[in-house]
């Protein structure tokens, strides 16, 4: 903010440099709820791959949020719309296991009827 106008794209490149740190000091929080998810996992007889997609499909939304906030600071708000957008696409995909494991029951339940 102090950069402001006399060095713009010093600004961005400083911006976006504290936002990765912001990001890698995030980590070390995230690691005991990692832990805990593995827990869970592991007493619960959970799928390992569901874990995974569910640990990736958080890890996809809050790293789309935060290049959409960059985005958004530096004056590109439909680059920020956009990658929001693309992070969902992703999400979507990434979820289509999650989806596929719903059918069978679905079809069980109909075809009773």
């Given at each position: ?63 789309c949020e935060i290049g959409a906030l960059v ?33 069978d029951p679905l079809k069980g339940i109909l075809?009773?009827?």
């Open positions: 903010l102090t950069l402001g106008n006399r060095g713009k794209d010093h600004s961005m490149v400083l911006m976006i440099s504290v936002c990765c740190m912001g990001s890698l000091a995030a980590l070390a929080y995230l690691r005991p709820v990692i832990d805990f998810v593995k827990q869970l996992e592991e007493v619960g007889g959970l799928d390992h791959k569901l874990v995974r997609i569910l640990l990736k499909v958080t890890g996809i939304g809050l790293i985005c958004n600071d530096s004056g590109c708000s439909s680059l920020g719309k956009t990658v929001k957008i693309l992070g969902a696409a992703v999400i979507l995909w990434l979820s289509l296991p999650l989806y596929a494991m719903l059918v075809g009773g009827l």
